[in-house]
């Protein structure tokens, strides 16, 4: 019974993904992201040169030419090659901190706005404080206390998303609980954990995954911020914002440099923007 | 009113007790480290204890917490390890710099904002809100280094006109209102869409109210309308989020501020972040967290004056 329920689900949100097809900004978006996914996949397959191999040669000039598309950095590395493995730094760090976000916060926000009382108001206190702060300001804190790291850099996303995504799940859950289908459930004597994980959660997944798509965004930006600040992951590992912040100085020189990471981020923060704005658009109809 | 104003006020107080003692305790792991750092890796370990008990570094946490904040409450925000002058010193100079900044991409941001908002809200589904909805989605997601780099190669390296940096020096050849074109520019462009947004949704959802309507239906010109009827009603709701933007606006601004080298607040906090100075880390994160509740209690009762509707109890 349970078993089919979750297959009717899938079912029918994969129907109303493929709806996307009818919003051009939408499928903008999804191309976007596509394309950086199969980048990340495929990056030894498609980049032609390692992350951190030195062309000492190219040295002398790191402009683009035939031998490196969007030429070399101070070090003589790739930049194509660089930007490509990039994506995999971008594209594991941000899902996993979201996913892992997205796991506390839906359930914390399920127990508030479920249970109310001493429960919801200890969440909320506690949601209020971390959200007191600027997020760029506990980014810096965090970091500057844990030092920078790729857990460390998921750990501070997943600090300051859990109470926003918290705050989301339990409004939703305030209106559902009221529900006729609920009561029904509660009828039928099944457990707590069931009627919020089994007959709330799913009912409030398409404002979630609009949600989650945005947040995948901000958290690109996040990451790149933190690299562009020097926060970011440390050297070498190929990582966009901090691509810009090693060139940025030398952009009079050699614009390259700073320019191709910057698009790059750009185009999969845009990417994941549009998507989420298809997605708004074809669950608003009906 | 008076007592939804003393209870936020209330509630401002214990939020920034808890802020501080967690800014306090986040240092204060490994007090070790502080002398460490000031003597060196090359100190014996009697010299580090010499200099922990003369810095009061010996004594149990909460002491030293109780201490940090009655010096913090009475006005010394301790010494600056980065800047060799006391936190006082540097911090209102900063905070200043930055206010200026944003007052001048506030000034842009709000009117342009609105302007955006109400023409795409005003007819749902028109080209031009299609066009002004995606156009403000595209330009929320580009982050703000990003746009530095590409309006810097425009604007400083291809054509020449401004300046790529903005340090407020009169000697760099650049007058003042020309380096701070490109950071009020990347400021505003970040901020705009969103709350382009919530005008425009303020804005479609007006449009469909009865009195539109009455309005449109009694042969008012369309202008007329809109600047007589709609406007005014559309402008509660985004209210709020337009002044939450000036909490962005003076503690998001790090990455503008490290973009063009500019001597504000959030360069500050960066600065002294990454050369670990704890006490200018700690009272601009104090400040940070102060500026953000307070503009939050202040959308709150604005929103309030502005809609006699809504009354919090």
């Known amino acids: 019974m349970a078993m089919s329920d979750t297959g009717g689900t899938l079912t029918r949100t994969w129907a109303r993904l493929s709806l996307l097809r009818e919003s051009p900004v939408g499928m903008v978006g999804a191309a976007l992201v596509v394309f950086w996914v199969l980048v990340a996949i495929f990056a030894p397959v498609i980049s032609p040169y390692g992350p951190n191999t030195n062309d000492l040669d190219a040295l002398v000039d790191p402009s683009p030419n035939a031998t490196h598309w969007f030429g070399t950095d101070m070090q003589g590395r790739d930049i194509l090659a660089r930007v490509i493995w990039g994506s995999r730094t971008v594209l594991t760090v941000a899902p996993v901190a979201v996913a892992v976000a997205y796991a506390i916060g839906c359930l914390l926000g399920l127990l508030a706005g479920y249970y109310r009382g001493w429960v919801d108001t200890l969440i909320n206190r506690i949601s209020d404080i971390i959200l007191s702060f600027p997020a760029i300001v506990l980014y810096i804190i965090v970091i500057m206390r844990f030092g920078p790291s790729a857990l460390n850099i998921i750990l501070a996303v997943i600090f300051i998303a859990t109470p926003q995504i918290t705050r989301i799940v339990r409004g939703m859950t305030l209106d559902l609980r009221e529900r006729e289908y609920i009561a029904a459930a509660k009828m039928r004597g099944e457990p707590a954990l069931y009627i919020m994980f089994v007959e709330i959660l799913p009912n409030a997944r398409g404002p979630l995954i609009v949600d989650a798509c945005l947040r995948m965004g901000y958290t690109t930006i996040a990451i790149g911020v933190l690299g562009f600040l020097g926060l970011g992951l440390p050297p070498p590992t190929p990582d966009w914002g901090g691509m810009v912040k090693d060139s940025y100085a030398l952009m009079s020189i050699f614009p390259h440099m700073a320019l191709f990471p910057a698009a790059a981020i750009t185009s999969l923060v845009v990417g994941f923007s549009l998507l989420a704005d298809g997605m708004r658009e074809i669950s608003m109809r009906d | ?313």
């Open chain 2, 1 to 313: 009113m008076l007592a939804f104003f003393l209870k936020r006020l209330a509630s401002l107080l214990f939020t920034m007790l808890v802020v501080s003692a967690l800014v306090f305790a986040a240092f204060e792991f490994t007090p070790g480290q502080v002398a460490t750092k000031i003597l060196g890796p090359f100190s014996t370990q009697d010299q580090r204890d010499r200099l922990m008990e003369e810095l009061g570094l010996h004594r149990p946490v909460y002491e030293r917490y109780l201490e940090w904040l009655g010096n913090v409450l009475t006005g010394d925000l301790g010494y600056s390890t980065l800047y060799k002058v006391p936190v006082n010193d540097i911090i209102w100079d900063r905070l200043g710099n930055t206010l200026f900044l944003a007052m001048i991409a506030f000034a842009v941001m709000v009117p342009l904002s609105i302007l955006l908002g109400i023409s795409a809200g005003m007819r749902e589904g028109s080209k031009l809100d299609r066009t002004i909805s995606v156009g403000s989605i595209v330009t929320t997601s580009v982050p703000e280094f990003a746009s530095g780099v590409f309006l810097a190669s425009i604007f400083v390296i291809g054509l020449g006109w401004l300046p790529g940096t903005a340090t407020l020096d009169q000697g760099a050849g650049w007058p003042i209102a020309a380096q701070l074109v490109l950071p009020v520019a990347v400021i505003v462009l970040y901020d705009l869409g969103y709350v382009v947004r919530m005008v425009r949704a303020s804005m479609v959802e007006v449009m469909t109210r009865p009195y539109i309507r009455t309005a449109v239906l009694k042969g008012l010109t369309f202008r007329d309308v809109i600047l007589k009827h709609a406007l005014r009603n559309a402008m509660i709701a985004p209210f709020t989020v337009i002044l939450l933007q000036i909490n962005y606006m003076i503690t998001g601004v790090v990455v503008v501020e490290a973009v063009f080298a500019y001597p504000g607040f959030g360069r500050m906090l960066l600065d002294s972040a990454l050369s670990q100075d704890v006490a200018t880390v700690q009272a601009a994160s104090l400040f940070a967290v102060l500026v953000s509740v307070s503009t939050q209690i202040a959308g709150d009762l604005g929103y309030m004056m502005l809609n006699p509707r809504i009354r919090f109890s």
